[in-house]
T-cell receptor, first 112, second 114 residues
Framework: NAGVTQTPKFQVLKTGQSMTLQCAQDMNHEYMSWYRQDPGMGLRLIHYSVGAGITDQGEVPNGYNVSRSTTEDFPLRLLSAAPSQTSVYFC???????????FGQGTRLTVV | QQQVKQSPQSLIVQKGGISIINCAYENTAFDYFPWYQQFPGKGPALLIAIRPDVSEKKEGRFTISFNKSAKQFSLHIMDSQPGDSATYFCAASRGGGGSYIPTFGRGTSLIVHP
């Protein structure tokens, strides 16, 4: 049972480039979410999904897009990378019955 | 507006001591209060959680104390060990729609000296 899998683990982008962070879960959880973690700022919610085809914005959505075509996958797209998007990104899934969020290992993104 | 406020930002404790991390929340609709533990290079993982119908929950050396009237909850780590050195996040969520998604505090970096 893999849980929540994020790829890549590390990525360096140049300002203005675009890329997609991948997230997949095999627990059939309804909810999925993306957070960014910055020193002293904790985990801030970027976007979330309550089921396939349904997404909504979190606290810091600007510069990011998401879609959810299947229960398993929830990719995060950076449209035009900026140095302010240098961060560690975590994907999480959650089932409403247990209320526990399961996190991936994270993607460390550096934008130069 | 920060819905969950966590303190202190960092904490240094000697081995065998008690570590205490505090959180306060604003939204009285929150009904689930978990604590997550994160080791360097890893994602956060659930440590212990409490619902507001009880004032305390204990699992091994870890205890959550909950004060509904003060809208505060805290994590106590008894007999702290070097292996407890990690970042700890409190969180809160409520049932219904996107509210199941937890709101996190800013985290506490705990260092336990041997």
């Amino acid at each position: 049972n893999a849980g929540v899998t994020q790829t890549p683990k590390f990525q360096v982008l140049k300002t203005g480039q675009s890329m997609t962070l991948q997230c997949a879960q095999d627990m059939n959880h309804e909810y999925m979410s993306w957070y960014r973690q910055d020193p002293g700022m904790g985990l801030r919610l970027i976007h979330y999904s309550v089921g396939a085809g349904i997404t909504d914005q979190g606290e810091v959505p600007n510069g990011y897009n998401v879609s959810r075509s299947t229960t398993e996958d929830f990719p995060l797209r950076l449209l035009s990378a900026a140095p302010s998007q240098t961060s560690v990104y975590f994907c999480a899934s959650l089932t409403t019955s247990a209320r526990v969020a399961f996190f991936g290992q994270g993607t460390r993104l550096t934008v130069v | 507006q920060q819905q969950v406020k966590q303190s202190p930002q960092s904490l240094i404790v000697q081995k065998g001591g008690i570590s205490i991390i505090n959180c306060a929340y604003e939204n009285t609709a929150f009904d689930y209060f978990p604590w997550y533990q994160q080791f360097p290079g890893k994602g956060p993982a659930l440590l212990i959680a409490i619902r507001p119908d009880v004032s305390e929950k204990k699992e091994g050396r870890f205890t959550i104390s909950f004060n509904k009237s003060a809208k505060q909850f805290s994590l106590h780590i008894m007999d702290s060990q070097p292996g407890d050195s990690a970042t700890y996040f409190c969180a809160a969520s409520r049932g219904g729609g996107g509210s199941y998604i937890p709101t996190f505090g800013r985290g506490t970096s705990l260092i336990v000296h041997p």
